[in-house]
């Protein structure tokens, strides 16, 4: 069975330029997550989705970042502009209403800004 | 808030030796504990989780954790620690409401097994 499937699985940019980060949860999931990942803060949480809908958007740094999820199979999370401080590694985890707590996490997309 | 603390931020042991990780959380009501698991360059996977019930839970690799409500503590353990096991370990607290919510995770325990 397929997992979690994130892209790209690296990315180096240079400041002030768009990112944009994809994700394909496990079919079945209605559950999906954005974590963030750096050796400062750890994991973070920034934005869950229930059945295609926001639920928690309050870890979202600030305005330029964004999440969507237009359908149950894909998600993407933007940066706009990218900071050098945006740098880290971003999971998308998905999950089921009967799996609570367990989530299953993508490899991860390591972000690097110049 | 909810909150969970990892003290140890690396750990080493000798191969075939004991192995605990501490976990202390915060949180109101009776937790949803988990354990991950984080293999270098990977995502996490999940090891074993506490809702209810018996205090000791089992879970994949020969893993056990020990919720102690007194403690605020969800320790996790085992017995012989093997190479492969050397990895970053997650504790975390299930945030929910109903069947809706997230977990908030500690900041881990690097651990580095010695041959």
């Known amino acids: 069975d397929a997992g979690v499937i994130q892209s790209p699985r690296h990315e180096v940019t240079e400041m002030g330029q768009e990112v944009t980060l994809r994700c394909k949860p496990i079919?079945?999931?209605?559950?999906l997550f954005w974590y963030r990942q750096t050796m400062m803060r750890g994991l973070e949480l920034l934005i869950y989705?229930?059945?295609?809908?926001?639920?928690?958007d309050s870890g979202m740094p600030e305005d330029r970042f964004s999440a969507k999820m237009p359908n149950a199979s894909f998600s993407t999370l933007k940066i706009q502009p990218s900071e050098p401080r945006d740098s880290a590694v971003y999971f998308c985890a998905s999950s089921s209403t009967g799996l609570v707590g367990e989530l299953f996490f993508g490899e991860g997309s390591r972000l690097t800004v110049l | 808030a909810q909150s969970v603390t990892q003290p140890d931020i690396h750990i080493t042991v000798s191969e075939g030796a004991s192995l605990e990780l501490r976990c202390n959380y915060s949180y109101g009501a009776t937790p949803y504990l988990f354990w991950y698991v984080q293999s270098p360059g990977q995502g996490l996977q999940l090891l074993l989780k506490?809702?209810?019930?018996?205090?000791l839970v089992q879970g994949i690799k020969g893993f056990e954790a020990e919720f102690k409500r007194s403690q605020s503590s969800f320790n996790l353990r085992k017995p012989s620690v093997h190479w492969s096991d050397a990895a970053e370990y997650f504790c975390a607290v299930g945030n929910y409401g109903g069947s809706q919510g997230n977990l908030i995770f500690g900041k881990g325990t690097k651990l580095s097994v010695k041959p």
């Open positions: 506490y809702f209810s019930g018996d205090t």
């Open positions: 989705f229930n059945n295609n809908v926001p639920i928690d």
């Open positions: 079919s079945g999931h209605n559950s």
